[in-house]
């Protein structure tokens, strides 16, 4: 069994022009650590235009795991952040999890190819 490992991934997207974190920020950035071992988001960080928010979102994810499919952190999300930058938020979770199963995947292509 693997030991923890914690991995930071990220996904960035651009905010709605308009909007107070837009004017901020203009991009919108998600920064999860992940524990590799059983795929557990440990922390998030994200730059919204409030710390609330901001704390909203890690509350939202932090505690569950990344998976194949996002569409259930998704979801959470979708459920209770009624706010404008609710498609960066998706769009860069999306991000992460495709950045989180690439390294997945060669993290598999280099266990396959050690020698024994």
């Given at each position: 069994?693997?030991?923890?490992?914690i991995v930071l991934f990220s996904g960035y997207?651009?905010?709605p022009s308009g909007t107070v974190a837009a004017e901020l920020h203009g991009i919108m950035g998600l920064v999860i650590l992940v524990d590799i071992k059983d795929g557990?988001?440990?922390?998030?960080?994200?730059?919204?235009?409030?710390?609330?928010?901001?704390?909203?979102?890690?509350?939202i994810l932090v505690g569950k795991r990344l998976t194949s499919d996002p569409a259930d952190l998704i979801e959470a999300i979708n459920d209770?952040?009624?706010?404008?930058a609710k498609k960066a938020i998706v769009t860069s979770l999306r991000i992460v999890v495709d950045k989180y199963q690439a390294y997945l995947a060669e993290l598999h292509k280099q266990r396959v190819h050690?020698?024994?």
């Open positions: 069994m693997m030991d923890s490992k997207a651009r905010l557990a988001i440990v922390d998030v960080e994200c730059t919204l235009s409030t710390r609330l928010a901001e704390k909203f979102i890690a509350s209770v952040y009624q706010g404008a050690q020698p024994a």
